[in-house]
């Protein structure tokens, strides 16, 4: 293996502020056991004489001595979002959920995208802002936000949008180049930098990228791979988005099966038992359904406000924080699940005397708390500047044209039909466009296959993604996780884990039609199957046809209490 740059081998630590942007790859130690890079770039790719702009890179350096074999070379993960900080991405789970899958021989290597973390120039315009297919048949259902939040809502974004145009939106700001294509050539920029250095000497094929993408980072793999067919190296998505649903702003074909994932919930809670799922009741999962469904009940925010309720405001903000906390529980339920079951435990209490200090509390209830050092905390603009800048069709809409696009999407489910009106909701009032937007063909022929992965109840990004679009890039396989979550980190499935590997091991594709079977899931359950929860039976539940195995919520929504801005990103 070439041997690390002078830089590289030295002892003192840097931060990224004290890195000076270079158009080489020049890395410095950096966070203990990490090596950090700022990459010089044109601020708009059009302009390469103009405006630069700093990627903010960090890499876990492949081992010497590795026991996969020798050097391969470099794979860029992506961690979705938008919004997401590939920087804290690493530093989260580079080494205990990538290493592990990938191999000790590649350098591992995640970014800042545009406007985001470290990156330069930084979207930030909150320091300054005083804002703040119908598929329900799973069983789930309860009371739905009023209209007066919706109001309230778009009203705040068209507040936050022209605070963030005034303070991003110039041609030398970020706001105009945090779009996909941007990012993709990014990564373009990323793959040549790598190229020429002594590291990129010493393998073949250098100039193609090796790239792991979740969620979101799928459409960013897939403009990628449609704008650059002939860069792709061993190229997998996770978690896969629809590239056309996504950049037309249709968010239509994310949540079909999201409220399969809560009914599975009741189903492990059922076989986990009463001492390892405190929600657990009754003698069957429909009991802890029923259980679920008496929350909801006493939460009727549109009756609260038709009756002027004196605590109409609060009902609603509850909620709205109950949901978004279930959000983030069905998406890592081996996770998350053990947590939700404190946490709905903890709302039935909070309801009794309701405050929204209470259901705060009840929220955090099983997570924990402590954050990783190194890492930001996100700015909503992070997210907003990507999706928005991409679909200016959405702007100056109002309450009444989101009516039809939020009832399908509360058609679809009752946890996440409201949260995913939160993706395109922000973009009404956000006035900057991208200088660059790709809106396709997406598909084609690629240097190398690509490898799709999906799970079989995935609540963000179904299955059926990936069996549609798969087809659309020549040779490529999927993958199929029978597996309750969002993307395959969620999944923990070793058989999953251990195609995904030797693909980039190898390059090697799974057989076509491979299914990777359900493993140990939530309270160190193993259900026989899950296709109950995506089939046509109405409730999904059944009253034991498993056996059991021995065996931080992210920065709570505070736009919600004043019914104001809320993003957590699309992953």
Sequence with gaps: MPTLNVKENGT???????????RNLVWYPCL????CAMLDVALDYSKPNGTRAAIPLIKISAQINSSSSAYQGMILVNPGGPGESGVDFILREGYSDLQSVIGTNFDIVSFDPRGMGRSIPLANCSASSTSPLRRRAYGISGPTLPAAFWDETLASYKTFGQQCEAAIGGPDGAGQHMSTPVVATDMLSIVDAFTATERGKSVMDSSLLNYWGFSYGTFLGQTFASMYPNRVGRFAIDGVADPEDYITGADVSDIIVADAAVVSFFEYCYLAGPIACPFYIGSSAQDIHTRFANIFAQLNASH???QNWANATLITQALALIKFTLKVDIYTPITYFPAMAQQLVGFESAIQNLTIEGIMAASTLGVPMAGVPGTVAPLDEWTIGVVCSERPSVFNQNTTDFESHLAELEGQSFILGEFFNFVKAPCAGWP????????GPFGGSTKNPILFVSNTVDPATPLVNSQR???????????TIEAV??????????????KIGKFFQTGELPERGTVCKVEKGPFGVVLQSLSDFTGTTPSGLTNGTAYSSAASVKNIANGLLGIGILIAGIS
Excluded: D
Excluded at 13 to 19: K, P, R, Y
């Design 12 to 22: 003192q630590q840097w931060s990224f502020e004290q890195i000076t942007p270079s």
């Design 32 to 35: 203990s056991k990490y090596s």
């Design 304 to 306: 609260a406000i038709s």
């Design 432 to 439: 900057i466009r991208a200088t660059w937007r790709y809106a």
């Design 469 to 479: 679009w798969s087809p659309r890039f020549e040779g490529s396989r999927v993958l």
């Design 485 to 498: 979550g969002h993307m395959s980190l969620a999944a923990k499935n070793t058989c999953a884990n251990e």
